[in-house]
């Protein structure tokens, strides 16, 4: 058990909240005025599934569990479920509504390497690669005639049909760079 301050707390952590592993989905830091900061949570109990909201102050104390993790890829979608697997190919899955924001970079048989992080035996978090490389399916030709350099257009995934802004000489088939971590869009890959 580790000690773990809510200010510091970020999706995937497991906390101990009324004795029971929880993992934190969403940690959105507030801090206001007058008032101290406060971290609002997002959390999925791990023993029942149910999902509630806390707040907590930015400097309160929580109780952490050290987790095991591993390298595992994505293999495929079986609703609800996304399955991974480890390098000895042993399936884990993982309830869709848990990685509600990874799911739009995930592609059958992908081979970026992710970190799937497990309670007890059990995968509940995974974390994609800081980046990743994926082909534009469908955009719309840049308009002529702005010259600043900093036109942006929208950009269709293929495969998981996510749509996001990236630079105006992006073309239908170019592979491009994205942050995972903030959605955007870094660099046309050659």
């Given at each position: 058990?580790?000690?773990?301050?809510?200010?510091?707390?970020?999706?995937?952590?497991?906390?101990?909240?009324?004795?029971?592993?929880?993992?934190?989905?969403?940690?959105?830091?507030?801090?206001?005025?007058?008032?101290?900061?406060?971290?609002?949570?997002?959390?999925?109990?791990?023993?029942?599934?149910?999902?509630?909201?806390?707040?907590?102050?930015?400097?309160?104390?929580?109780?952490?569990?050290?987790?095991?993790?591993?390298?595992?890829?994505?293999?495929?979608?079986?609703?609800?479920m996304q399955v991974f697997v480890d390098s000895e190919f042993n399936p884990y899955e993982i309830h869709e509504e848990t990685l509600a924001d990874i799911t739009k970079y995930l592609i059958?048989?992908?081979?970026?390497?992710?970190?799937?992080?497990?309670?007890?035996?059990?995968?509940?978090?995974?974390?994609?690669?800081?980046?990743?490389?994926?082909?534009?399916?469908?955009?719309?030709?840049?308009?002529?005639?702005?010259?600043?350099?900093?036109?942006?257009?929208?950009?269709?995934?293929?495969?998981?049909?996510?749509?996001?802004?990236?630079?105006?000489?992006?073309?239908?088939?170019?592979?491009?760079?994205?942050?995972?971590?903030?959605?955007?869009?870094?660099?046309?890959?050659?």
């Amino acid at each position: 058990m580790s000690v773990k301050l809510a200010g510091e707390l970020q999706s995937g952590n497991v906390i101990i909240v009324d004795s029971n592993p929880v993992v934190v989905l969403k940690a959105q830091y507030n801090k206001s005025g007058r008032n101290s900061a406060v971290v609002k949570v997002r959390m999925k109990n791990l023993m029942t599934e149910r999902i509630s909201e806390a707040i907590y102050k930015a400097d309160e104390k929580l109780e952490g569990v050290m987790l095991e993790r591993k390298d595992c890829t994505y293999s495929y979608y079986a609703a609800p479920m996304q399955v991974f697997v480890d390098s000895e190919f042993n399936p884990y899955e993982i309830h869709e509504e848990t990685l509600a924001d990874i799911t739009k970079y995930l592609i059958p048989d992908m081979t970026d390497v992710c970190e799937v992080t497990f309670y007890e035996g059990r995968p509940i978090s995974v974390l994609l690669p800081k980046t990743i490389i994926r082909e534009v399916e469908y955009t719309e030709p840049v308009v002529r005639g702005d010259t600043s350099g900093k036109i942006t257009k929208t950009a269709v995934l293929k495969h998981t049909k996510h749509e996001l802004q990236v630079s105006g000489f992006v073309e239908i088939g170019d592979k491009i760079e994205i942050d995972t971590e903030t959605g955007d869009f870094k660099k046309r890959i050659a």
